[in-house]
């Protein structure tokens, strides 16, 4: 079974600073990784994904993830913290394609200014 | 282009009736996926339908059923709602598995349903 752990269900950031997102994994193949947006009272919106191919990602919003297999990690990044990132972000994983999504718990965003 | 569109938003119903939730997928999609997201969790994966069939399902009781209508889109019911069923349920759709593209899943804004 697949599971997705992301540490830290609230980080508080300045605006400006480093936004660092932790997302292990755990999956009996080769995995379908993706990071997801929630904004108050909507649905989820994708940042990015990775499927096999290059290994650092590049999203939408200023957004980027590295995919580290040894670490069975796909952490997420943005440089610079905006006020409008203030939002909840989950990891998921899919074993293939076409396949569920089994997502990690959530991390909420405090963006301070 | 309209995205996944979901109805109703928000729905308040008893415990021991039965609700159903409408989904109507990305243009050009066949494959819709259920999600039930409870509060400060993250999504939980119910079912998928493609070519109006089944075709996986996750840790959810019987309770729980869907149907998927020829122009793609989807209901999903529940019987004998209990309290615990309250949570936002999410609608996600992609391109099939054929497609090559069938990791994207687009969500939907949900349906938030209470149950009293």
């Known amino acids: 079974a697949q599971s997705v752990t992301q540490l830290g269900s609230h980080v508080s950031v300045s605006e400006g600073a480093l936004v660092l997102l932790r997302c292990n994994y755990s999956?009996?193949?080769?995995?379908?990784l993706f990071w997801y947006v929630q904004y108050p009272n909507q649905g989820l919106q994708l940042l990015l994904k990775?499927?096999?191919?290059?290994?650092l990602v590049k999203g939408i919003n200023g957004f980027e993830a590295e995919f580290k297999k040894s670490e069975t990690s796909f952490h997420l990044t943005k440089p610079s913290a905006h006020m409008s990132d203030a939002a909840e972000y989950f990891c998921?994983?899919?074993?293939?394609?076409?396949?569920?999504?089994?997502f990690g718990g959530g991390t909420r965003v405090l963006v301070k200014p | 282009d309209a995205g996944v569109t979901q109805s109703p938003t928000h729905l308040i119903k008893t415990r021991g009736q039965q609700v159903t939730l409408r989904c109507s997928p990305k243009?050009?999609?066949?494959?819709v996926s259920w999600y039930q997201q409870a509060l400060g969790q993250g999504p939980q994966f119910i079912f998928q339908?493609?070519?109006?069939?089944?075709?996986q399902r996750g840790n959810f009781p019987d309770r729980f059923s869907g149907h998927q209508f020829p122009n793609y889109s989807s209901e999903l019911n529940v019987n004998a709602l209990l309290l615990g069923d309250s949570a936002l349920y999410l609608c996600?759709?992609?391109?099939?598995?054929?497609?090559?593209?069938?990791?994207?899943?687009?969500f939907g804004p949900g349906t938030r349903l209470t149950v009293t």
């Open positions: 996600a759709s992609s391109l099939g598995v054929l497609s090559g593209r069938s990791y994207e899943q687009y």
């Open positions: 999956s009996s193949v080769p995995p379908y």
């Open positions: 990775y499927t096999s191919a290059a290994t």
């Open positions: 998921a994983v899919s074993k293939a394609a076409g396949n569920k999504l089994t």
């Open positions: 243009s050009g999609h066949d494959t």
């Open positions: 339908y493609y070519e109006e069939e089944e075709r």
